[in-house]
């Protein structure tokens, strides 16, 4: 079983910074696509960033010159670097990861569960 465990969220004035983490364990053949979600209460689940295995990373609009999405692959892990928070970033941010457990498998999905982000003076 796959398991994603979010990290470094919290409270930040406006202007300030974060940087999310999030590590996978368990059992991963491969990864395709490892990203960020983030939701707001009375809001849909919304994409922030996305790494496809082998195309461009992308952004939401609302993101992009502020966050940045990166990933170390000897840990399994994802960071998203939030820069010039503002307090309609304030949510529930997830990790996200597709992955596959054989070369002859289909492909699976792991969800975080969640870590809050703040961004209130």
């Keep these: 079983q796959v398991q994603l465990v979010e990290s470094g969220g919290g409270l930040v004035q406006p202007g300030g910074s974060l940087r999310l983490s999030c590590a996978a364990s368990g059992s991963i053949f ?10 707001a209460p009375g809001n849909m689940r919304e994409l922030v960033a996305v790494m496809p295995s082998g195309g461009n990373t ?13 990933r170390d692959t000897a840990k399994n892990t994802v960071y998203l670097q939030m820069n010039n928070l503002k307090p309609e970033d ?10 596959g457990v054989g070369p002859a498998h289909p492909t699976f999905a792991s969800w975080g569960q969640g870590t809050q982000v703040t961004v209130s003076s």
């Design 30 to 39: 491969s990864i395709s696509r490892m990203g960020w979600y983030r939701q």
């Design 58 to 70: 992308s952004y939401a609009d609302f993101v992009k010159g502020r966050f940045t999405i990166s």
């Design 90 to 99: 304030t949510a529930v941010y997830f990790c996200y990861l597709e992955f």
